[in-house]
């Protein structure tokens, strides 16, 4: 068990304490769990994403007056299972979160139509859990994991979906390795539909990519690939409205670049 507390003063927001608890149990040679819980908080700022993609423009100060920090509460808990057979070696990890934030910075509108940072008259939530495995087979490792994620506003009485906060999420890599020669791997992820701002719904996409390294004793060359199958959020429609002098971005929530190439040299000594 490891615990502790923190205490932070901020002019002019005041001070704030962050107690923490962590429990390991190792409960034979192969299965272990963490249970760890605390409390968080965040400084109000105008340097958000939210503001970022206004482009800072019309946004008024902190009032400090009349803003108060974010603060959170938050917890998981986690077990591991490791089992080992000749040159098999597996490890699988299921995770369970739960994290509130009080007094989420809100950015509004005001009837001068600038914006205005304030505190929601509520909170934002985020639950979920997380199922990861890793598998060795010799020279080969194989990664997944899968994530579920729900997130909600919770302001007036009222729920709503947090925006881009997509509920599912999958990862896929597989490796093989010569060490000190190869080193060859592919990944895929995918990310499923999410809320978007504006009260739409974001596509769902895969994107894959891959990796080849041949190193030698004292350098190595490297390429690396990245969303080979092409998926880029213009080919679902535009990105901003407006016109082209003063356009309105609509949210990014999917690669723009398209199929991307890069390679390179290391150089040890």
Known sequence: MESGIRADYTHPFGLVLLPRLSLLAHWNDHLTSRMGAGLGYKIPTIFTEESEERQFKGILPINPSHIQYEKSTGGSL????????????????????????????????????????????????????????????????????????????????????????????????????????????????????????????GNSFWIFGALVERTWKHFSLFINSEDLNDIRQTKWGSIYTGTFDNPVFKDIYAPLDGITLNGGIKIKW
């Open 78 to 201: 986690d077990f591991t299972y490791r089992i080992s057979m000749n040159e098999l070696r597996l490890t699988i990890n299921p995770l369970l979160f739960y994290t509130r934030v009080n007094n989420p910075l809100v950015l509004t509108t005001t009837a001068s139509g600038q914006g205005q940072f304030k505190n929601g008259t509520g909170y934002t939530d985020s639950k979920g859990g997380e199922l990861s495995l890793r598998l060795t087979l010799g020279r080969i490792k194989f990664f997944t994991g899968y994530a579920y994620t729900v997130a909600e506003n919770h302001f007036n009485g009222n729920k709503s979906w947090y925006p881009l906060a997509p509920h599912h999420r999958v990862h896929f890599d597989l490796v093989y390795e010569v060490e000190g020669k190869w080193r060859v791997a592919l990944e895929s992820y995918y990310t499923g539909s999410q809320q978007l701002n504006d009260g739409s719904t």
